[in-house]
């Protein structure tokens, strides 16, 4: 504050200023490999940034093909995301959080539903900023895309399957082959030795006996 002329102080309001509160999220796929080296860059960039950090999430040794559930630092994150326990997490690598570009984004509205914002040290990514905010946009718009591709080339799969005369779905068998099962029941013998001996599925040989019970 300032003095005046009357010797009386005056206070000039000082800036609010609010520290982010950061979540850390590390993970190898393998026990060979270290964390460490995660951690500490994010640390630093956490650092360059003014954010505190509060959490540290690790996965260590747990492959991302494994689904969320399976990756209990990656769940424990993304509940304590939904309770506001951060305001930024922060990884190592796009590849660190999700199987796929669909699960990145859905990740991503989870916590752009909370409030939360997104770190990624590898891309440069950080959604605290406006350009991080568009990019974060663009990554919906691919993800649509992907899921477009993905439905075409199932289709096209399928349209060419067909134009080879090719039978999509269960396969058929004879009726003959259908009254060897119910034969070979009738004696006693067990569905496996069934399938084996007339060399069908065993899901097959079991359709065929509760489609005639």
């Not at 009357?6 to 060979?32: C, E, F, L, N, Q």
Request: glycine share 10%; proline share 1%; aromatic share 6%.
């Amino acid at each position: 504050g300032g003095i005046t002329a009357s010797g009386v102080g005056i206070m000039t309001p000082r800036k609010k200023t609010t520290t982010k509160r950061a979540a850390i999220y590390i993970r190898v796929s393998t026990d060979g490999q270290t964390v460490d080296n995660q951690r500490l860059e994010l640390e630093q960039a956490a650092e360059r940034a003014g954010w505190e950090i509060v959490s540290v999430y690790d996965d260590n040794g747990v492959s991302g093909a494994k689904s969320r559930e399976h990756r209990e630092a990656f769940d424990r994150l993304c509940k304590d995301a939904t309770r506001r326990k951060f305001d930024v997490v922060m990884a190592w690598s796009v590849d660190r959080l999700g199987r796929s570009l669909q699960d990145l984004v859905s990740f991503l509205n989870e916590l752009h539903a909370v409030g939360i914002d997104l770190y990624l040290h590898q891309q440069g990514i950080d959604t605290t900023t406006p350009a991080g905010k568009a990019l974060f946009q663009m990554l919906g718009v691919f993800a649509e895309f992907e899921r477009s591709m993905i439905q075409e080339r199932v289709k096209a799969g399928l349209r060419r399957a067909k134009a080879q005369g090719k039978t999509l779905g269960r396969p058929k068998v004879s009726g003959e082959v259908e009254k060897a099962v119910l034969a070979a029941r009738a004696t006693g013998t067990g569905k496996r030795k069934i399938a084996r001996q007339l060399r069908i599925g065993v899901s097959t040989a079991n359709r065929i006996l509760s489609e005639a019970a």
